[in-house]
């Protein structure tokens, strides 16, 4: 689902399941009643992403999305109980607005239901002046955000990124504690960071990374030729290192990087979250 002005998708009931809904002028509205599912999707590059109400958001990609505010904006839509959002990879998006936003704010409009946000990995998603701000409540009504990788271990670091009731008193608190020292290995596979490429002197092109830390990594993949920003025409399985010299390319060739788990069996591995969302070489 591509290349749509405004929404990539719109809807008030059902179920999103394994779509890749890529460079929409929106990437998903929805007024979830219960029993909907936004889950195992792969939400990239979309101007903004928008979710509210309940249903369950489980297991989906949202990488690379450029926002005017918030990249999710949850709210509880009157009566409705708030979507669990769970196993979730949120990570690398860009925020254009300065003020009240974050990668994920919530916005209740009751106090019926505490929301809850565990278990996600998220980290890496900034405004513009580069500041990383992850997940925010506009009201008094506390959140449960246990258990998620932050993208740190420092919990200084942690408590930079949420914005809650310790930098406005007339917030709710959101409670990150106990929180995760490696990626929940239930969300899909975090993109590897710090993707590199050198020319050497005989023409190939050395590649390095850095690792990452999931407890069930099993290795990585480099993509090339023929890129659409979604799909690449060769891909070659590396093993688990994190440096690779690759021939019969150039330097300025799009080149790019996804990390894999014990999982993954070459079958839509980024849908299943066994294979990660692509990260370029620089």
């Known amino acids: 689902i591509k290349n749509n002005i405004d929404y990539g998708i719109r809807f008030g009931v059902g179920e999103v399941y394994r779509n890749l809904i890529y460079q929409n002028g929106k990437g ?23 979710c509210s109400s309940s249903g369950l958001i489980q297991k989906n990609q949202i990488i690379d999305n450029y926002c005017d505010s918030n990249v999710m904006y949850i709210t509880d839509y009157g009566s409705q109980p708030f979507p669990p959002l769970m196993h979730n990879t949120t990570v690398r998006n860009k925020i254009a607005s300065l003020s009240n936003s974050a990668a994920v704010s919530y916005n209740p409009t009751s106090t019926a239901q505490v929301p809850s946000f565990n278990y996600n990995n998220i980290y890496n998603n900034s405004n513009l002046n580069g500041a990383d701000l992850e997940i925010r409540c506009n009201n008094q009504l506390n959140i449960n955000a246990q258990n998620c990788y932050w993208g740190t271990t420092d919990e200084q670091v942690i408590q930079d990124v949420i914005y809650d009731f310790l930098d406005d008193p007339s917030l709710a608190l959101i409670n990150y504690s106990p929180y995760l020292n490696t990626p929940d290995i239930i969300a899909p596979v975090t993109p590897p960071h710090n993707v590199s490429k050198v020319a050497l002197a005989n023409g190939d092109i050395k590649l390095c990374w850095d690792s990452n830390l999931e407890t069930d990594l099993a290795g990585y993949k480099v993509y090339f030729g023929d890129p659409t920003g979604y799909s690449f025409s060769t891909s070659i399985d590396m093993g688990n290192v994190n440096t690779y010299t690759l021939s019969g390319v150039s330097i300025n060739d799009s080149i790019a990087i996804t990390a894999y788990d014990d999982q993954a069996d070459d079958f839509e591995d980024q849908f299943d979250g066994n294979e990660s969302w692509f990260t370029y070489a620089e």
Do not use: Q
Request: aromatic share 4%; net charge negative.
């Open 28 to 50: 998903i509205i929805g007024e979830f009643l219960n029993g909907d599912t936004i889950r195992n999707n792969l939400i990239v590059n979309n101007s903004n992403v928008a």
